[in-house]
């Protein structure tokens, strides 16, 4: 099983470019959500989804899009990339079904970000 | 609204000698999940723990256990004899279960085992 598969792992840009993170996972989950982490501040969420077609903001939403087209993919935008932006990004998933105990949150392995 | 403090920016502790690692939350909702996840230097996020707010027993994985006392609302992790390998970031985390709730992490504490 591949699990939550997070592209790139790396990545550096420039202030002002555009880019996409992408997220995909394979075990029919509905909720997705993207984290980044940053020193000292632990994991704070960005932008999360509950299916194909729903999304929310987050703590931090400010300077990302996000879209849910399909039930496995749930990529992040950066509109316009600020040295803010440098950090440590997860997506993650899980099934979201009410009611329903653990919903345990399983992680890709992350994609390193530097903005210049 | 959910919030996760965790107190000890960093613990140490002996090899095979048992630690605690503080949680403490806020919430509004009845129903709630609580998580603890283990993030090695390696930087993946493996999932360690779950405890139910209407679970009455604590949970326990392995030599892993949470002390759940929800009158106080805390969520501590008590790790058994420690081993080298359990050097690494401790998050908790919550999340409510009566309606579509994110996952909530908090600050973290740093670990270290010595041997």
């Known amino acids: 099983n591949a699990g939550v598969t997070q592209t790139p792992k790396f990545q550096v840009l420039k202030t002002g470019q555009s880019m996409t993170l992408q997220c995909a996972q394979d075990?029919?989950?509905?909720?997705m959500s993207w984290y980044r982490q940053d020193p000292g501040m632990g994991l704070r969420l960005i932008h999360y989804?509950?299916?194909?077609?729903?999304?929310d903001q987050g703590e931090v939403p400010n300077g990302y899009n996000v879209s849910r087209s399909t039930t496995e993919d749930f990529p992040l935008r950066l509109l316009s990339a600020a040295p803010s932006q440098t950090s440590v990004y997860f997506c993650?998933?899980?099934?979201?079904?009410?009611?329903?105990?653990?919903?345990?949150?399983?992680f890709g392995a992350g994609t390193r970000l530097s903005v210049l | 609204a959910q919030k996760i403090t965790q107190t000890q920016p960093g613990m140490f502790v002996q090899e095979k000698e048992a630690v605690t690692l503080d949680c403490t939350y806020d919430?509004?909702?009845?129903?709630?999940?609580l998580f603890w996840y283990k993030q090695p230097s390696s930087g993946e996020m493996i999932f360690l723990i779950y405890?139910?707010?209407?679970?009455?027993q604590n949970a326990t994985e392995g030599r892993y256990s949470l002390n759940f006392q929800k009158a106080r609302k805390s969520a501590n992790l008590v790790i058994s004899a420690s081993q080298l390998g359990d050097s690494a970031m401790y998050f908790c985390?919550?999340?409510?279960?009566?309606?579509?709730?994110?996952?909530?992490f908090g600050k973290g504490t740093r670990l270290s085992v010595i041997a």
């Open positions: 993650a998933s899980s099934y979201d079904r009410q009611g329903f105990d653990k919903n345990i949150q399983y």
């Open positions: 075990m029919n989950h509905e909720y």
């Open positions: 989804s509950v299916g194909a077609g729903i999304t």
């Open positions: 919430t509004s909702d009845q129903s709630y999940g």
């Open positions: 405890q139910g707010s209407y679970d009455e």
């Open positions: 985390a919550m999340r409510g279960l009566s309606g579509n709730t994110p996952l909530v």
